[in-house]
């Protein structure tokens, strides 16, 4: 048994044969994993674009007030925009799709009371909207929000310290699942979770039309 592997070994052709076992499959998980790393780039660039298209888009209502026709709007662009379509098409009983959530919601700005010079601004939550579908991890908090560091990763539940002030900002929050390519082999499949803000272009606060899909925030 020995003899033979020996003689393989010192052979050319064999090592040529031993070197391309060894090599080939790592050359497959190296270009598997590319391929995986660019699509996850990709689509993330993508998600990030809806959210940042959404929140522009609603920050700019001209007559401060958000009808119901204009927040469908913004729901055609989360789904116009979407970077991960073919995962609507793996239906759950009950549910057009999985994974998936959008958000939008008004805050505005008010000093910490009992300060009198050099007050800072905390942010109240005026309403808020959201759909969501089988998310495993939600991050967004419908009228709870906290201010946070401006390095921080924006999610649906905070501001960054730099966008308080008087005037009141939009958030638009949308979650995405992401199916890698070699899913439930190596990859688990995970979820795109992006966020973007705006102040609103006019300097007020925008309100929303009377819907059942919207919660009014105490204020």
Not at 118 to 124: F, G, I, L, Q, R
């Amino acid at each position: 048994m020995l003899k033979p592997l020996l003689k393989l070994w010192s052979d050319n052709k064999g090592v040529a044969a031993i070197e391309f076992a060894i090599i080939f499959p790592l050359f497959l998980v190296l270009l598997f994993g590319t391929i995986e790393l660019v699509n996850y780039n990709m689509q993330s660039r993508r998600a990030a674009m809806a959210a940042n298209f959404a929140a522009e888009y609603i920050s700019r209502d001209g007559d401060g007030v958000m009808q119901v026709s204009e927040r469908h709007i913004v729901e055609d662009i989360w789904m116009i925009m979407n970077p991960t379509a073919q995962a609507a098409t793996q239906v759950k009983p009950g549910n057009w799709a999985n994974g998936y959530s959008r958000a939008l919601s008004s805050v505005r700005f008010e000093k910490k009371p009992g300060c009198s010079s050099d007050c800072p601004y905390e942010p109240k939550v005026v309403w808020s909207f959201l759909y969501q579908d089988n998310v495993k991890s939600p991050v967004y908090m419908q009228c709870d929000v906290a201010v946070v560091s401006n390095e921080t990763k924006l999610n649906g539940g905070v501001i960054r310290q730099g966008a308080t002030g008087r005037v009141p900002i939009v958030i638009a929050d949308f979650t995405y699942p992401y199916r890698p390519l070699l899913e439930g082999w190596l990859l688990p499949s995970v979820e795109l979770h992006v966020s973007a803000s705006r102040r609103t272009r006019s300097g007020t606060v925008l309100e929303h039309a009377s819907d059942d899909f919207v919660t009014r925030c105490p204020a």
